[in-house]
């Protein structure tokens, strides 16, 4: 590598930043204003050190220990970082390698790489603009929560390695998906790679709090430096330079794997397709759901994994969670110990699910901005027959994903307790969650008929907002009426659920569909 082939890198900054004011706006705010306002609830809420230790044993459930770890200061400011640093680092890990992969190699795929090297610009500029413009934000947005803590009073010292960690687990999957996107020629195999990396180290970040060892390879995972750094609890910096060493051994990776390829093309070439579609293959049905087809099993074998691998603890959480004194309301409330576990985090998978709809609906958006659509539209398939074969695929893949989670879930609880009952109970608990997933994927089905070059923001915003008002609902900010906008709430683990709401969640979702459909109808092909 030599200088000219980062020539015009400073340009293809200022490029990125004008493109994208929203989602970077989105990005610096979102988790400082989580950090923040945890703050001050917390502060109103445990004016004193008595009532926050009142508190303690609650905080010492294993699902709670599950999500967040061990408190390791009972105090303000080690509340306020125990409670955010896991929210805040998937939020900035999920802005960061977006951005990366949005620069890198959705611009090869949609020609716009090959454009810009035909000008000025050196090799290596578009990766190198889109690592700086993403660790860029991730520093802007580290030293806005450090502002933020402070402002509520908190110490310097642990506000700035709390800061900082986020920071550096957001940098972290920027540089994984500089690596990435070296690979494949499709952005969303990319974006896909690293969604998977987000969700394995998930997994990985749950079975290390439950176990209760620190140290070792967990030094390895972005998402345990805010653990690892001791916010507020003797703070330990050294975890920033093993963070700094592992995030500068990804960026070279990607520098010298760009190298070895040419614009447009991947290290991993692609498959070559059959010479002759298949008989079926002639209705637009049939394209919706080859386009969805990939996506669809990859989320349906990995959660119908997590399903079984959940449904085979059930019995063992049960009898941990029995002795918790904290969870004693939630387990009186869901009728015993052996439902409060699995009633939570079968809540919290179908609220993951959602995200399969949202992306599984901007797929016509996909098809519609590479003038896909134009095509198939230039045939005769009306417009309506294009829009509903893409949401039939989205509701239909949404409900076969939750019925696969229900079945696994089912199964591995059965086997494990050795009660056939559990399996319907559980397959059925499942099941009513899917028409608040329905309204999510009814919700970008509006977006894209009425705003369809921001549907990707817009929809993401929207399931944010819903995440976030049940955030500060947990913890008594919101009230009940404000809970209740989002559709999660009239499924919640601890509410009576009753046909009423699901057959009114479902009319929703069908009414919303019906809207963006007709406003698509409407409206001009949208390209980029």
């Known amino acids: 590598m030599i200088i000219k082939d980062f020539r015009a890198t400073g340009r293809l900054i200022r490029l ?11 990005w610096l705010l979102l988790p400082v204003l989580m950090v923040t306002a945890t703050a001050f609830t917390t502060i109103a809420m445990f004016p004193t050190a008595e009532s926050l230790l009142e508190i303690k044993t609650t905080l010492d459930d294993p699902i709670v220990i599950a999500m967040h770890g061990r408190v390791l200061d009972i105090s303000i400011a080690g509340y306020t970082a125990w409670r955010t640093k896991v929210m805040c680092s998937v939020l900035a890990s999920i802005f960061s390698f977006i951005m990366v992969i949005r620069h890198t190699r959705r611009e090869e795929e949609d020609g716009r790489r090959e454009l810009l090297g035909a000008v000025c610009v050196g090799k290596h500029a578009p990766l190198t603009a889109a690592l700086i413009t993403a660790m860029g934000m991730n520093i802007a947005m580290s030293a806005l929560i450090l502002v933020g803590m402070l402002s509520t009073g908190l110490g310097f010292t642990g506000s700035l390695a709390h800061a900082l960690a986020i920071g550096a687990s957001g940098c972290f999957f ?14 969303r195999t990319a974006t896909n790679l690293s969604v998977v990396l987000l969700a394995f180290l998930m997994v990985v970040h749950i079975g290390w709090n439950l176990s209760g060892k620190m140290g070792g390879l967990m030094f390895l995972s972005p998402l345990e430096w805010p653990l690892l750094i001791r916010s507020f609890a003797g703070e330990n910096f050294v975890v920033l330079l093993i963070a700094i060493v592992i995030i500068t051994l990804l960026v070279l990776l ?13 290290l991993i070439p692609d498959r070559k397709g059959p010479m002759a579609a298949k008989p079926g293959f002639k209705t637009p049905q049939a394209l919706s759901w080859r386009i969805q087809k990939g996506m669809f099993v990859s989320w349906a074998c990995f959660f119908g994994f997590i399903g079984l691998a959940l449904g085979a603890v059930s019995q063992t959480m049960a009898n941990i969670t029995s002795t918790a004194p904290g969870f004693a309301e939630f387990v ?55 829009f509903l074969s893409h949401m039939l695929v989205s509701f239909a893949g949404s409900a076969a994903i939750i019925t696969i989670v229900g079945l696994t879930v089912g199964i591995g609880a059965a086997l494990s307790t050795g009660d056939s009952g559990e399996f319907l109970r559980l397959f059925g608990e499942t099941i009513v969650k899917l028409p608040a997933v329905w309204v999510i994927a009814g919700i970008s089905a509006l977006l894209f008929g009425v705003v ?54 479902t009319l929703v979702a069908a009414l919303l569909t019906v ?14």
């Open 452 to 505: 369809p070059r921001i549907i990707t923001g817009l929809s993401f915003a929207v399931l944010g907002i819903f995440m976030l008002i049940e955030f500060f609902w947990e913890q008594q900010a919101l009230s009940d009426t404000i809970f209740a906008i989002s559709p999660f709430a009239h499924v919640y683990p601890t509410n009576e659920i009753t046909a009423l709401p699901l057959v009114a969640l």
């Open 332 to 386: 009186e409330r869901l009728g015993g110990a052996d439902r409060a576990f699995m009633s939570l985090m079968i809540y919290i998978i179908c609220m993951v699910i959602s995200i399969y709809s949202v992306l599984s609906t901007q797929r016509m958006r996909s098809e519609e901005a590479y003038m896909h659509a134009e095509t198939v539209l230039a045939l005769p398939v009306s417009r309506l027959r294009f």
């Open 515 to 528: 809207l963006g459909g007709a406003a698509f109808i409407k409206r001009d092909i949208c390209s980029n």
């Open 254 to 266: 990607s520098f010298k794997l760009s190298s070895k390829r040419d614009v447009g093309s991947g």
């Open 16 to 26: 990125n930043l004008r493109q994208h004011r929203v989602f970077l706006a989105v």
């Open 174 to 187: 920027a540089a994984a998906a500089g690596v990435f996107a070296q690979f494949f020629t499709g952005a």
